[in-house]
C-alpha cells in the first residue's frame, strides 16, 4: 500500500468509475450554438455592415439585436434547459411560485409582453410620421373634430370616434400607438434582459472568486466593487451619448458593465457561507481544482440568490432607460415607451392618451417584474420565509 502512488481528483480515472470528465453535450450545444450567434453578428456588423442580415426578407439586425438573440440563448440552455431537465425541483419551486397570485397574473403579462416583443415587429411595420393621421382617439373614446386633421373614424355629435384600424390611437406626427407599444415591449425586454445577463455573470465571477480564495483576491475585488458602487456610471452615460450618440447597445454595456456591484456583494456573502460547507471540504480534500469547485459546487449553491435578485434588477434598467429616453438621452431611432411619453406631455389636456396608455403598459410591466421577484424570492430562498 505505501508503495502505491496516491490517488487525487485530478488523477483519478473518473470515467471507469461512471462520473466521466466529458464536457456535457448540453455545454457542446451551447458554445456551437453562441458561437454561430456570434459569428453573424461579426459577419453582419463588421464584414457586411451595409447589407440587410436576412437579405431574402429585408431583416436588419442592429448590435442590440445580436446581443438581444445571445442574451436568448444563454438563457434557454442555463434557465430553461435546467428547468426541464429537473421536473422534480421545477414542480416543487412551481407549487411555492403559484401561492402568490398577483406573481402568476405578472407572469402571464410578462410571458405575453416577452412573445409581443419578438413577433410582432417581424410582422408589423416600424412606426412612420402620417400628417393625416395625427391625434387619432383610442377605441372607445372620441375627441373633438378641431383637433385631428382627418377623422378616419365616424363623426358623431361633432366627435370623431376611434377606430380598430388604429385601436391605442395615435400621436401628434400620427404614428399609430400600438405600433410603437408593441416595438416599446422589444426594446424593454432587451434592456432589461441583456443588461442583467452581463451583470449577473460578471457579479458571479467576481463574487464566487472573492469568496473562494479569500485573502488579497477578497480584499482587491472587494475594495474595486466598493469604488465602482460610487461611481457615477449616468454621467458616463452622458459623456458617451454626446460623443458617439445615444444607443441601446452603449446603454446596455455601460450599466450592465457598471452595475454589478450590489449582486457581487450579494453572491460573496453567500458563497462565504457556502465555502465551510462539508461537499466542498470535501472536494478540496479529494484534490478538486479551484475553478472546478467554483462552477461545481459554489455557483449552483448561490444561483437561487442570483436569480432572485436579477429578477428584481430587471424592471430597474426598464425604468431607467424608459427615464433616459423621456429625457431624450436615449436611441432616437428607437421607438421606446418613454419615448412616446414624452411626445405627448405638451398635448396631455387634448391628447391624454399618447401619454397615458404606453405609461400604463410600463407601470404594469415594472409591477408585474416585482410581483414575479417577490414570489420567487419566496419558493428558491425559503429562508427569507417568516416566522414560525
Not at 414542480?91 to 401561492?99: M, S
Request: proline letters at 5%; aromatic letters at 14%.
Amino acid at each position: 500500500m505505501d508503495g502505491q502512488r496516491k490517488e487525487t481528483f485530478e488523477t483519478v480515472d473518473w470515467e471507469s468509475v461512471g462520473g466521466g470528465r466529458r464536457i456535457p453535450r448540453r455545454t457542446v450545444a451551447f458554445v456551437a450554438v453562441f458561437a454561430a450567434v456570434l459569428a453573424g453578428a461579426v459577419y453582419d456588423l463588421v464584414l457586411t455592415p451595409e447589407e440587410p442580415t436576412v437579405a431574402a426578407f429585408g431583416i436588419d439586425f442592429s448590435a442590440i439585436d445580436w446581443m438581444y438573440i445571445g442574451t436568448l440563448v444563454v438563457i434557454f440552455f442555463y434557465v430553461v434547459l435546467p428547468l426541464y431537465d429537473d421536473r422534480r425541483m421545477t414542480a416543487y419551486y412551481w407549487r411555492e411560485f403559484k401561492k402568490n397570485r398577483a406573481a402568476v397574473a405578472g407572469m402571464v403579462y410578462l410571458v405575453l409582453v416577452f412573445v409581443a416583443g419578438i413577433v410582432g415587429p417581424a410582422f408589423i411595420e416600424p412606426p412612420t410620421v402620417e400628417t393625416s393621421l395625427q391625434y387619432q382617439p383610442p377605441v372607445f373614446s372620441s375627441v373633438d373634430t378641431a383637433v385631428p386633421i382627418d377623422c378616419v373614424g365616424d363623426v358623431v355629435n361633432g366627435g370623431c370616434q376611434g377606430t380598430w384600424q388604429y385601436p391605442l390611437g395615435t400621436t401628434g406626427e400620427g404614428k399609430d400607438i400600438l405600433t410603437m407599444v408593441v416595438y416599446g415591449m422589444l426594446v424593454s425586454m432587451q434592456i432589461g434582459l441583456a443588461s442583467t445577463l452581463i451583470v449577473v455573470t460578471v457579479a458571479s465571477v467576481v463574487g464566487i472568486a472573492a469568496a473562494y480564495f479569500g485573502g488579497m483576491v477578497d480584499e482587491v475585488l472587494m475594495r474595486y466593487v466598493d469604488i465602482q458602487i460610487t461611481f457615477p456610471s449616468f454621467f458616463l452615460y452622458l459623456l458617451a451619448t454626446y460623443l458617439f450618440g445615444g444607443s441601446l447597445f452603449l446603454m446596455v454595456l455601460i450599466f450592465g458593465l457598471l452595475g454589478w456591484g450590489g449582486i457581487a456583494r450579494i453572491v460573496r456573502s453567500e458563497a462565504l457561507q457556502r465555502r465551510e460547507e462539508e461537499f466542498v471540504l470535501a472536494a478540496k480534500a479529494a484534490g478538486a481544482s479551484g475553478t472546478w469547485t467554483m462552477r461545481r459546487h459554489l455557483l449552483p449553491n448561490v444561483s437561487n440568490s442570483v436569480i432572485t435578485a436579477a429578477s428584481l434588477l430587471i424592471p430597474g434598467f426598464i425604468l431607467f432607460e424608459a427615464a433616459l429616453a423621456f429625457l431624450g438621452l436615449g436611441d432616437p431611432t428607437v421607438p421606446s415607451w418613454g419615448q412616446v411619453i414624452a411626445d405627448g406631455r405638451d398635448d396631455l389636456s387634448r391628447a391624454w392618451w399618447i401619454s397615458t396608455l404606453p405609461g400604463f403598459f410600463l407601470f404594469f410591466t415594472i409591477l408585474a417584474f416585482n410581483f414575479v421577484g417577490d414570489a420567487l424570492r419566496d419558493a428558491l430562498d425559503p429562508r427569507q420565509e417568516v416566522g414560525e
